[in-house]
């Protein structure tokens, strides 16, 4: 498995303000996502962060409301722009090695509120 | 597009077995997964198990596909208190992103 780390761990932050949410793995992997997981929901794919370029988005989910970064193999991170309450979930990271590999890796997630 | 299925709520008590269960909608689901998410905590990978294949078996943990009907199942053996968590099962369709089932939140009763 993948040592997957993130910060914040939570966050509460006002109306309006951004937060950048910052995902390390402890080795290099192929794939990169980012996840929200409404409160009570599951899980639903926001985009692939892709190394060097820019970011896959999901339907529903734009760039100018969750810039996105991989500038390696190792690293990510998500933005959320100009947030509201309903913003209020928790992130999740995940990743992939590729070669092969069909297992994915979640990160311990970012629990954000936005008042 | 992709639809997975699973009930809320499964109660079981300590020592007995727990069966959690899920559906699926897209055919071209090359792998599925399962995924345990505990309080406050991010997810867990338990298991998955290829479409080609019928059952797998890890430890306590035996997981059953059934393709035709597009049915997935865990059955986890010997359920102890700290299997009391969300499950949640998963599949990918094609490409490397996963849908997930709704969250099947099993109580163990001492």
């Known amino acids: 498995s993948a040592v997957i780390s993130q910060k914040p761990s939570r966050d509460i932050c006002q109306r309006g303000t951004s937060l950048t949410i910052q995902c390390q793995v402890d080795s290099q992997v192929t794939m990169m996502f980012w996840y929200r997981q409404q409160p009570g929901q599951s899980l639903t794919l926001i985009a692939t962060a892709n190394q060097g370029s820019e970011a896959t988005y999901e339907s529903g989910f734009v760039i100018d409301k969750f810039p996105i970064s991989r500038p390696n193999l190792t690293f990510s991170t998500l933005t959320v722009s100009n947030m509201s309450p309903e913003d209020s979930s928790i992130y999740l990271c995940s990743v992939e090695r590729g070669s092969g590999s069909n297992e994915q890796f979640f990160g311990p997630g970012t629990r954000l509120t936005v008042l | 597009g992709e639809d997975v299925e699973q009930s809320l709520f499964l109660s079981v008590r300590e020592g007995d077995s727990s069966v959690i269960n899920c559906t699926y909608t897209d055919s071209s689901s090359t792998y599925l997964y399962w995924y345990k998410q505990e309080p406050g905590a991010g997810l867990q990978l338990l298991t998955y198990?290829?479409?080609?294949?019928d059952m797998k078996q890890d430890q306590r943990l035996t997981v059953l596909l059934n393709k035709k009907d597009k049915h997935l199942s865990l059955r986890i053996a010997d359920t102890q208190t700290g299997d009391s968590a969300i499950y949640f099962c998963a599949e990918r369709a094609g490409a490397n992103n996963l849908f997930f089932g709704t969250g099947t939140r099993l109580t163990v009763i001492p």
């Open positions: 198990i290829f479409s080609n294949m």
